[in-house]
Structures are given as structure tokens and as C-alpha cells.
């Protein structure tokens, strides 16, 4: 039968710590050998199964130079990553030039000549504009134009700073890509799923379509917001997640809402994650649609 821990003292008890403030509050080491401790760094303990922002407050608490970059920074701010990068457990720090990269357990070290840094939520972290282009080492155009419409809509950075940001930055990988990602980053862009069909579509030799549009009825009324729009073919280009599908109420809403365009003279073309994979009967349906082809 196993034993409920004692517990910790309150100041300890919800964040990351060193062993030797425990140890001044009268925590004993076997209290600090605990299963219900987990050891981010040594000299350090957080909860176990804590998320993300502890383990860096231990990191941070035994190296207060290092600031946290790339895939780390990316997650600390909620910007939307493919699941390789998710996937990734590593902390991921920067140093400044000419300090040498951590080597530490678990870390991920960089260094950078020119460090843009901005406290997030108490944390040291490169700025989303940095972390944006360092993020272009890792994700691919599309999944790197989602992460800056991200920061875009969430009034983290603009495109001025992405760019600014990009300009500064020397001899790092994914450069290029970064370069060709940038030109799509658009403001009004509200999912990465319409960021990856945007993408998507320009690939394509799509026209550019207008982002979340409102539709009106004739008496001025609002209707609905699309999406993806081609107002003067009345085409309304929809991705639709999974909830769609499986939230009972939210599939009879769409029902209604799709009659009430189509009333309107509006052809709403529906997109689910297939067609981001493989395009091809997408984009026949919307030439169709829009008239570039019979």
C-alpha cells in the first residue's frame, strides 16, 4: 500500500525549486527523492508530469543567462506547430555570442550573434518575430506562414517586424524558407487550417481570396462569415474540422447556414484535412466554381 507524500510547503508546492531553498524549509532529502517530484535539472524539482513553463522556471533558476528560443518559444507562446514539433520534449535556449551553448540533459542549446528578447508570463524569451525565423529551421512554408498569421491575429508581431526580424538574422538554417514564407503571412487569418489552404491555394495559381468575409442578405442583414471568399462569383471556400462533423449541434447550424448562402447565389465549396493532403479534386471543383475552367 503505498503513502500519500507529505505534503510540500505551500511556497513550493505549485512551481519549480531549488533543493537547497527546500532544504531551509525543512524538507528532508528522502522528501525530495519523492515519485511525485520530478528532476528538470539537478539541484532542481517540479511536480511531476508538470507542463512546459516549470520545467523552464527550473532551467531559468540554474542558468538565469539562458533565454528560451525556437520550438520551446513557439509552445510558450500557443502558436500552432505540426505534431513532429509538439512532439519535441527538449528545452530549447539561446545564448548570446560568445557564450557557448549549454550542454544540459534534456536542453537544446543555441547561440546567436543578436538576441531579440521579450518577457512572456515571467519568462525570458526570444520575441515572436525571432522565434518566428528561427522556427524556420524546423517547419515547412505552410506550417511557417500558420505560425506567423498566428502571431499576426494575436497582435504578437506584424508583418513589418517578421520581416524586420528576418533582415537581421545571418547564416542561419531555413533562412530561405523563411523568405518564401513571409510574402503569404497575412492579417485575418483565424485557424491554421485556413492558413494551410490559403497556402495551399496560391501554390496552385489560385486567385487570392478575401479572408473571414461577412455576407449580407438583400435587406442588409449579416448571414454569415466565410472563411474564404470570391465575392464576385459568390464562391465561399470552407474548412471544417472535425467538430463539424461530430458536434450534433454544430452540424445542424452549418446545414442552415449553408442554405441560407446558397439562397443568396453563394456555391460553398467544403474542405476538410483530406483535401490539404491531396488537393487535386479541390482545386478542379474550385476552378469550376470560379470559371477558370469548364
Known sequence: MSRTPVPLPEQLSRRAFSIVDAAALGVTESRLRGADLARPVRGFRVPAGAGLRPR??????????????????LKL?????????????????TVAAPARAPQIAG????????????????????????SWVDASAILERPELVAVGDYFVAHGLADIESLGEALGEARGRRGLATA????????AG???????????????AGMPAPSLNFSVFDRQARFVARVD????????AVEYEGDHHRT????????????????DLGWRIIRVTATDLTSPTSLLARLRRALGLER
Open 179 to 186: 523568405r518564401l514564407a513571409l510574402p503569404l503571412v497575412r
Open 77 to 93: 507562446y500557443g502558436a500552432p506547430l505540426p505534431a513532429r514539433a509538439r512532439d519535441d520534449e527538449r528545452i530549447h535556449v
Open 247 to 262: 458536434d450534433k449541434a454544430q452540424w445542424h447550424k452549418d446545414i442552415h447556414r449553408q442554405g441560407r448562402l446558397e
Open 228 to 235: 474564404l471568399a470570391y465575392p464576385d462569383q459568390r464562391v
Open 107 to 130: 536542453v537544446a542549446g543555441h547561440v546567436a550573434r543578436r538576441l531579440r528578447v521579450c518577457q512572456h508570463r515571467g519568462l525570458p524569451v526570444t520575441d515572436p518575430a525571432q
Open 189 to 203: 487569418s483565424e485557424s491554421p487550417s485556413e492558413s494551410l489552404l490559403r497556402v495551399t491555394l496560391h501554390d
Open 56 to 73: 523552464c522556471q527550473a532551467l531559468r533558476l540554474h542558468r538565469p543567462d539562458l533565454v528560451f528560443s525556437h520550438v520551446t518559444a
